[in-house]
């Protein structure tokens, strides 16, 4: 697309976000002084959840256009005032899919007045209403989250081929993972000799039956020939009229053929694989171009930033140095004239035992003639820190407070609380944040003037404006220093004998919390082990590598995950089970996991801007949203349903260091003493918190051998789960109040001070995710399942459309650069392909259109029964679906991954009349 295109794009979505911004809050623009409006909440559930599923889908077109202008744009400048709205417009998209969640209607089986927080959320209605194509709901992966960091990632993996060359004699340990290929092990030559033997016997019989059986009917169609001519032949010149007839007749079917073939293509109706991939050529050519010239603009823009330094400096320097002396001169001057009218001398308050400045501060310091002692007096006193005056206390409210929390644990505290809907329109500090961006993109890019700029370089006098404060303060620091000579020649020339400034007292970590409390920390158990408490990260990660625990990954793509929409996911969740059957969820859609993985796992990981405005930073203050990071997530599924696929997928488009702690990789290793089981997560730690080697994907498959409970084998994973959920919660885990905490406090998880030096060294944007996979989730400890993991995904057989989407596109794949477009009926293969997972099929096509079948193709027909033995061979495998699995599937999302199971028996004891927590206050008594 040409440059003005993009531009385009990037106009029309910042005037649909600079609406939706005033939507959410409209005291925006409110005058200073105004009433503010009244806080507007909805009446019920359902309307909650329709106001941010418009909200959402809203955001996610407006997040689709800025990824496409950032990806297209070449000017350097116009990309980072992109790069800047497209990563807050990504943070609400991530909101809002958390308040989907949060909100999403409930089904008929539980209370109406209560929330139930369903993760696979169900837009099917909303598009309807609003004319929206499923394509909508796609939630795009920003390209630039592997091509910003190119580099670093480079670096990062040079580095990893280097451990591994040393310590395995390869560059690279591949995840191991089934991908449709045959995976069987070397056979023996002797038995490989007798396999040969067997085929060719066979072969040879199935020819020699064809030949019978071709010969077989040839006589049978002369016998029939003959008896209806009654043996006479025919003659020449009829014969040859027949023949003629015939091939004409081919040729004009043909011709035909062509013909409508031709017509199909130019109406759009059918694809031509010439022309595709003559224009996929070409696109795939104009793109690498227009890369390059980007990333050529973008040299050139920083090598500006750097030249104009001293041009600025140069040309405007003279006039900022001449007001910033003349700042200072007036200042100095002012205190000067100060000390001369009041006549006190400083060093006579010294001798009288009273420290210059030591009371009420500089500012009174100044009216009692002091001469100043430093150049940081004169930002104190021109530049005052705003003091926020605290509301005075109300005694009979905090008495009110203690009673309250005395009356806790006798009942009050099993009272369950009115649960109260969210605000449709308030403040926040991130609407105010895109307020901004769109104010900027009005007063400086919508009428930019750039006619003589069709290279779309960079702006000068746009980067004079950016580097112009850096000079500032350069030269500040200069005149600065130059005062600092005056002030001190000018004191000696006085003669005056000032006394030392007071020592600053050391501030000692703080050890109470907000309230007071004393807290006493201690160390985690890896910080005690003396073997890898003081490491460095690179030998941490040599000990990973040494491990076999680093692995590297496939190329693959969210998109990799085929499936179709789910158009009746509304109807199916609120309507009523048949009279005498249990209802039961709808399994989610494809789309429904693509979203939730790129929301989950991809976008809060993407680069560390967002990580760190989405997580917080260490004690800094948290962001204004409602929802807790994902730290862990569970993906859950038969076998071939895709899991595995997707952390390789999730890594690629983070371009994150994979660690594979699968149950196999880690048994039998670090040690069997008490301390043995925090090694493994304080290396992982160690190595997920340090830049250069993030993000950083956790991967372990079989997760259901980690969740064991209390009874484990001491060699087996199993002893690694609670040290996992420790560390996990010490450093990654954010509170209300900002703060750290660790859980091996005595009296349960408190915040760390700010100040603190023993608070563990974690930070919330560090980029790491733990990804569990499963195929038993019933085996695995349902309170450990539900402690660790924050989300938990099920990964469903594929219905009807999502297995015709697979067997088209994989057959497309094979068959890619062949003449031959298609093979076989794919409804028929996709009826018959019911109950078979993804991985069955993608198998299925790839053992029957190998390469040299492909090659044939032309010489000999391919038959949709050549799929029919790969997948019997699947289903010998135990590759096609069960009831009784699929119902264990089911128990598991009811009971485990969510409350229905729950919420059901709470709505059954209501309706009998009953107290649903009256049990548990029985059990609290």
Request: with cysteine; proline share 6%; charged share 35%.
């Amino acid at each position: 697309m040409s440059n003005a295109t993009y531009n385009g794009q990037w106009a029309g979505a910042m005037a649909e976000l600079a609406e939706q911004v005033h939507l959410e809050d409209p005291t925006l623009e409110a005058e200073e002084g105004a009433p503010e409006p009244e806080p507007v909440r909805p009446t019920s559930i359902a309307q909650a959840f329709q106001h941010f599923a418009c909200l959402y889908i809203k955001y996610l077109q407006i997040f689709r256009k800025l990824e496409r202008c950032y990806d297209g744009m070449v000017h350097p400048q116009k990309r980072l005032a992109v790069l800047k709205v497209l990563e807050l417009v990504m943070q609400r998209v991530v909101e809002l899919k958390h308040s989907l969640v949060k909100y999403s209607p409930p089904p008929p089986v539980v209370q109406q007045d209560k929330s139930f927080p369903w993760e696979y959320v169900n837009l099917d209605s909303v598009l309807v209403d609003l004319k929206l194509p499923p394509e909508t709901l796609e939630v795009p992966v920003p390209k630039y989250f592997r091509e910003d960091s190119e580099q670093a990632r480079k670096v990062r993996d040079k580095i990893v081929e280097g451990y591994m060359q040393v310590k395995h004699g390869v560059t690279e340990i591949p995840l191991e993972s089934s991908d449709g290929q045959d995976t069987s092990g070397s056979i023996p030559l002797d038995k490989a000799i007798e396999i040969i033997q067997l085929n060719e016997r066979g072969r040879q019989g199935k020819e020699r039956a064809t030949l019978v059986k071709v010969l077989r009917e040839e006589e049978k169609r002369r016998k029939a020939y003959d008896a209806a001519h009654g043996g006479a032949e025919l003659d020449q010149d009829v014969a040859s009229i027949e023949i003629q007839r015939a091939l004409r007749g081919l040729v004009a079917r043909n011709r035909a053929s062509r013909l409508r073939d031709r017509e199909l293509i130019f109406l759009g109706m059918r694809p031509s694989i010439t022309e595709n991939v003559d224009r996929e050529a070409q696109l795939k050519n104009a793109y690498i171009m227009r890369k390059q010239e980007q990333k050529d603009n973008k040299d050139a823009y920083e090598r500006a930033l750097e030249d104009m330094k001293e041009v600025v400096y140069n040309d405007e320097g003279p006039d900022m140095k001449r007001e910033l002396e003349g700042e200072r001169t007036e200042w100095l001057a002012d205190a000067i004239l100060e000390e001369d009218t009041t006549g006190i001398k400083p060093a006579e308050l010294a001798d009288e035992g009273k420290k210059p400045r030591e009371r009420g501060g500089k500012k009174k310091a100044r009216e009692r003639g002091l001469m100043p002692e430093s150049m940081q007096e004169f930002y104190d006193d021109k530049y005052p820190e705003p003091v926020e005056e605290e509301p005075e206390a109300d005694p009979k409210a905090d008495k009110g407070a203690k009673k309250d929390d005395k009356g806790k644990g006798k009942g009050k505290k099993d009272e369950p609380e009115e649960e109260e809907l969210p605000l449709l329109q308030e403040k926040r500090d991130l609407t105010s944040k895109m307020f901004e961006t769109t104010e900027h993109y009005q007063n400086e890019w919508e009428d930019f003037n750039e006619e003589d700029n069709f290279a779309q370089k960079h702006d000068v006098e746009l980067v004079k404006n950016e580097i112009r404060d850096g000079v500032k303060l350069q030269i500040r620091d200069e005149v600065d220093e130059m005062f600092r000579d005056q002030l001190k020649k000018l004191k000696q020339e006085l003669g005056q004998n000032f006394a030392k400034p007071p020592k600053a007292k050391k501030i000692k970590p703080s050890k109470k919390n907000a309230k007071g409390e004393k807290i006493k920390f201690k160390k985690l158990t890896g910080d005690k082990n003396k073997e890898i408490a003081g490491l460095s990260v690179e030998e941490t990660l040599v000990k990973l590598v040494d491990h076999g625990l680093v692995n590297s990954y496939k190329p693959r793509k969210i998109s990799d995950l085929v499936g179709d929409f789910n158009y009746l996911g509304t109807v199916r969740q609120s309507c009523e089970p048949p009279q005498g059957e249990e209802w039961q969820p709808a399994d989610p859609s494809m789309q429904q996991l693509r979203a939730a993985i790129t929301e989950y796992c991809i976008l809060p990981l993407g680069s560390q801007r967002v990580a760190t405005a989405m997580r917080g930073d260490q004690h800094g203050d948290v962001p204004d949203s409602s929802y807790e990071p994902v730290r862990s997530i569970l993906l859950y599924g038969p076998k071939g349903s895709g899991k595995t696929a997707m952390v390789e997928a999730i890594a690629h488009e983070l371009g994150a260091l994979l660690i594979n702690i699968s149950p196999a990789k880690v048994k039998g290793k670090f040690g069997e003493n008490k301390k043995a089981p925090a090694i493994l997560p304080h290396l992982i730690c160690k190595v997920a918190t340090d830049p250069a080697f993030s993000p950083v994907i956790v991967y372990m498959d079989d997760a259901h051998e980690y969740m064991v409970g209390k009874k484990f084998d001491k060699q087996g994973p199993g002893r690694f789960c609670k040290e996992f959920q420790n560390y996990k919660k010490s450093f990654f885990t954010r509170k209300k109040n900002g703060g750290f905490f660790t859980v091996s406090a005595k009296k349960g998880p408190q915040p760390c001070p700010p100040d603190d030096k023993n608070c563990p060294n974690g930070t919330f944007d560090a980029r790491i995710l733990f990804i569990g996979c499963t195929s038993q989730p019933e085996l695995a400890d349902p309170k450990q399942t539900k402690l660790f993991f924050d989300k938990m995904l099920y990964f469903p057989y594929p219905d009807h459309a999502s297995r015709y989407m697979l067997w088209k596109r994989t057959i497309a794949e094979q068959l890619k650069g062949s003449p031959v477009n298609s093979v076989g009926d794919l409804s028929t293969l996709a009826h018959v392909s019911e109950g078979f997972s993804a991985g069955a099929i993608i198998s299925c096509v790839k053992k029957t259109l190998t390469k040299r079948r492909v090659e044939r193709l032309s010489k000999r027909p391919f038959e949709s029964s050549e799929f029919l033995n790969p997948l019997a061979r699947a289903a010998a495998e135990k590759q096609l679906s069960y009831q009784d699995d699929h119902k264990a599937f089911l128990k598991f999302t009811s009971e485990v991954a969510s409350t229905l199971a729950t919420e059901k028996k709470n709505l059954e004891i209501i309706k009998a009349g009953g107290d649903p927590n009256a049990k548990k206050k029985g059990k609290k008594k």
